[in-house]
Nanobody
Framework: QLQLVESGGGLVQPGGSLRLSCAASGFTIDYYAIGWFRQAPGKGREGISCISSSDANTNYATSVKGRFTISRDNAKNTVYLQMNNLKPEDTALYYC???????????????????WGQGTQVTVSS
């Protein structure tokens, strides 16, 4: 069964940090670009970061650049999103997704991805 499972979300104060994990099972992530998306209540799904399959190049949305870092550990079949200096506007349900034909140029489009996780909630509040 092909599956992505996110973990690491929770409640954190503004300025705090969290590390999200995206663990794949049933397939190897070596040949997939992995993207992180988030969706706040009443808003659309926003692509915030992606790491490519071939050379581990990365990109970030302007809203998170300089605060979030995406990385991958192919040996563990897992991708991470380190989130620092969190702000209340980062509050959302965070999803990871895998795409075999995703490039960094097309990585913000949810329809380009093949597999999705169920999401992990991140709440930033004092």
């Amino acid at each position: 069964q092909l599956q992505l499972v996110e973990s690491g979300g929770g409640l954190v104060q503004p300025g705090g940090s969290l590390r999200l994990s995206c663990a794949a099972s049933g397939f190897t992530i070596d040949y997939y670009a992995i993207g992180w998306f988030r969706q706040a209540p009443g808003k659309g799904r926003e692509g915030i970061s992606c790491i490519s399959s071939s050379d581990a190049n990365t990109n970030y949305a302007t809203s998170v650049k300089g605060r979030f870092t995406i990385s991958r550990d192919n040996a563990k079949n897992t991708v991470y999103l380190q989130m620092n200096n969190l702000k209340p506007e980062d509050t959302a349900l965070y999803y990871c997704a895998a795409g075999s034909r995703v490039s960094l140029r097309t990585s913000r489009l949810p329809e380009n991805y093949d597999y999705w996780g169920q999401g992990t909630q991140v709440t930033v509040s004092s």
